[in-house]
């Protein structure tokens, strides 16, 4: 089996008048999540190979806050993760698919919608995923992503 761990970016501050959405920082309460977000992944021995991140503010000081608690693990911003369709999520995945442990740092309502798919089959079966939320799906090693492939291994959130 495999792991793709899915992180939802922590509580970002609202936009300031003018300040383009990828610009947001994480709030304070942000912060905290995101660190305890990657104290719960170190926890539980569930350290990423390789991350995945949206190229927005909140998502990159998300995986920061991450990889202060768990170490260095490689990574690379992904310009497909930010405002993705679970569809586009499941083939960047794909691509991964040599990875056994990939974690996605991204956004909703992109993230909860991949977990429903890859879980039950149906993207608009979602329960949702809160601000610094953690889903932990187990796939096979190999073969393609596809709707329903994935079993849900552990939730969590701040």
Known sequence: MRELILLRHAHA?????????LDRPLSAE????????????????LVPDLALCSPSRRTRETLEAVLGQVGYVDQR???????????????LVD?????????????NPGLERLVALMHSGQSGDYRGMP??????????????????????????WP
């Open 95 to 107: 691509r991964h698919r040599a990875v056994d442990r990939l974690l996605v740092v991204g956004h």
């Open 30 to 45: 942000g912060n905290a999540e995101a660190e305890a977000a990657g104290r719960w992944l170190q926890e539980h021995g």
């Open 131 to 156: 601000p610094g939320g953690i889903a932990v799906l187990s796939l096979p090693k190999e073969g393609e992503i596809e709707p329903g492939i994935a079993t849900l291994s552990a939730f969590w």
């Open 77 to 91: 911003l992904d310009d497909d993760v930010y405002e993705a369709s679970p569809g586009t999520l499941a083939a």
């Open 13 to 21: 501050e609202p936009p300031a008048p003018g300040q383009p959405d």
